[in-house]
């Protein structure tokens, strides 16, 4: 089973940046990226296939970047003007082709990592 790997977070100050990686340990189709804050629901980030085919959440557009190498099985996300409303722990996940790249369901039947914290102060 495909194992996942995030780091990159950090406490940064509001209007900063940090570049999340998710480091997967074999080849997935579609990778995206979750957060959740405390007391909050699981909130879609960004989500990208191995072609390189992305969708961005409207909370993010324009200030986070989802990329992957697929030579290293690496999933980033570049996060630009953080805001203290960014703060959440963030997950990647990872699914097959057979549940599609088009949305964010095929991450209820893939592997997720253990997550990585990202804390945004004022």
């Known amino acids: 089973q495909v194992q996942l790997v995030e780091s990159g977070g950090d406490s940064v100050q509001a209007g900063g940046s940090l570049r999340l990686s998710c480091v997967a340990s074999e080849y997935t189709y579609c990778m995206a990226w979750f957060r959740q804050a405390p007391g909050k629901e699981r909130e879609e980030v960004a989500l990208?296939?191995?072609?390189?085919?992305?969708s961005v959440a409207d909370s993010v557009k324009g200030r986070f970047t989802i990329s992957r190498d697929n030579a290293k099985n690496t999933l980033y996300l570049q996060m630009n003007s953080l805001t203290p409303d960014d703060t959440a722990t963030y997950y990647c996940a990872a699914w097959l082709a057979r549940f599609g790249c088009d949305s964010y369901r095929g991450a209820d039947f893939g592997v997720w990592g253990q997550g990585t914290q990202v804390t945004v102060s004022s």
């Open positions: 990208i296939n191995v072609y390189g085919t992305t």
